[in-house]
């Protein structure tokens, strides 16, 4: 993670990102923009389904907080009548062909945010091909379907995007990969529907999202305490997360004394990535939790987050996929 973590230096600091790095970006660029015009000029044909899509996704490599928005997503839309289900790439898992997820379904195949979703009550699809899972959705009963981080995958057709900014961060040093975080260029901005603002400053034209979490639930037994009364207490933090700062940092402001761990993004725990040997309790995200639980200690706790944003960012992505269903066929290039 050494290279990686020097990279992301460059990429939110002052220094500049290192020679080799500038050509690969030049050919970066000219490949996504390749990829998108064949698809905008039909060269690929983008695959249909006969609902409303609601695609969630970021600019940026690394974490945004996608996976909480889109768990939010669904839970307001529901409140509104809708039936949605979710389609993900799964990544982190082995699963290729298009899958719905099941009772128990396991993290090493299937991916973590998936199960994380799926967690929380809701249908989740999985596949490499992504119309095809979001096909089984449909079979399955759901009237709309939201794609997770799917905002570069342009095989399905989309009704509503919404990009998700690190509000703190915002796009470092605003280059391509791997010279820079963007995966594609911020002109990109202009096309989307909704921008949201995860934490730091929303600016003009974005809405305002705050995740909070105020418990830690054990993994054993699924007890809760307050987060607060870790305060004061030193803790071994473990995050395998686009972000793993956000998680210390929002630990570290409420008093706790963290000692940090963090892992590559996806990263598949085993028993002795945690095993510290002093009895210390061990903090960890929701989405570090769902493949923890198989060989959980009474002394490791999950913090769930939740994503608040503003009731009328719902309300017009609720009016905005009504719309949709009203007049099918009028889908965006």
């Known amino acids: 993670m050494a290279g990686h973590d020097s990279l992301q230096a460059a990429w939110y600091g002052p220094r500049r990102a290192p020679w080799w790095t500038w050509p690969l970006a030049w050919l970066y660029r000219a490949l996504v923009g390749l990829r998108r015009g064949v698809y905008r000029y039909g060269w690929l044909q983008k695959q249909t389904v006969t609902v409303p899509v609601v695609v969630i996704g970021n600019l940026t490599a690394g974490g945004t907080g996608k996976t909480p928005l889109t768990i939010a997503v ?19 898992g082995t699963q290729r062909a298009p899958a719905l997820l099941g009772d128990d379904p396991d993290p090493a195949v299937v991916g973590d945010e998936p199960c994380l979703i799926h967690a929380n009550g809701i249908p989740v699809a999985v596949g490499r091909e992504r119309p095809a899972a979001a096909r089984l959705l449909l079979d399955a009963g759901c009237d709309l379907v939201v794609a997770d981080d799917g905002l570069q995958h342009y095989a399905l057709a989309r009704d509503v995007e919404v990009c998700v900014i690190d509000g703190v961060r915002r796009f470092g040093n605003r280059h391509m990969l791997p010279a820079g975080p963007l995966r594609e260029p911020l002109s990109r901005l202009t096309r989307v529907d909704f921008r949201v603002c995860n934490g730091g400053h929303a600016e003009p034209g974005e809405y305002a999202m705050h995740l909070s979490g105020d418990d830690a639930v054990a993994l054993v037994d699924g007890r809760n305490q307050p987060l607060r009364d870790f305060s004061g207490r030193r803790v071994h933090a473990v995050a395998a997360i686009g972000n793993p700062q956000r998680f210390f940092a929002g630990l570290r402001a409420i008093g706790i004394d963290v000692v940090e761990h963090a892992f590559a993004d996806h990263h598949r725990y085993l028993p002795a990535d945690l095993d510290f040997a002093d009895g210390v309790p061990v903090l960890m995200t929701d989405k570090d939790a769902v493949k923890c639980r198989a060989f959980a200690q009474p002394h490791w706790w999950r913090v769930p987050v939740q994503a608040e944003l503003p009731a009328a960012f719902f309300d017009v992505l609720g009016q905005r996929a009504e719309a949709v269903r009203k007049t099918p066929g009028s889908r965006p290039s």
Request: charged residues 30%; positive net charge; proline residues 5%.
């Open 74 to 92: 669904v839970r307001a839309l529901r409140e509104r009548g809708w039936r949605p289900g979710v389609v993900s790439r799964g990544h982190g």
